[in-house]
Nanobody
Framework: QVQLAESGGGLVQAGGSLRLSCAASGRVFSNLAMGWFRQAPGKEREFVAAISWSGGRTLYSASAQGRFSLSRDNAKNTIYLRMNSLKPEDTAVYYC?????????????????WGQGTQVTVSS
């Protein structure tokens, strides 16, 4: 059974940083892209960032570009989202996902497995 375990969420003040982790288990994902999406209360889920199977390519949303950094450790089947300069509008539940393919995509339909989510709250 495939499982994705997110961690690292929490409460932080505006301007602060957090690092989210997503550990995958149940099968090997080293040949698949992975990514993060988020959903704020009352809003639709939106793309945050994605990374290719090798880690050589990354894709970021406009709001994440320049502030967030996504990396992966295939030996640990884990991806890491470093979030800097956090803003109140970054408050959301962040979901980790595994893609159907090897290259990063912002299309949620391209992702097959999803985690339960981790809450990120940024206070002003």
């Amino acid at each position: 059974q495939v499982q994705l375990a997110e961690s690292g969420g929490g409460l932080v003040q505006a301007g602060g940083s957090l690092r989210l982790s997503c550990a995958a288990s149940g099968r090997v994902f080293s040949n698949l892209a992975m990514g993060w999406f988020r959903q704020a209360p009352g809003k639709e889920r939106e793309f945050v960032a994605a990374i290719s199977w090798s880690g050589g390519r990354t894709l970021y949303s406009a709001s994440a570009q320049g502030r967030f950094s996504l990396s992966r450790d295939n030996a640990k089947n884990t991806i890491y989202l470093r979030m800097n300069s956090l803003k109140p509008e970054d408050t959301a539940v962040y979901y980790c996902a595994v893609s159907l393919g090897a290259q990063p995509s912002s299309d949620s339909d391209q992702f097959e497995y999803w985690g339960q989510g981790t809450q990120v709250t940024v206070s002003s």
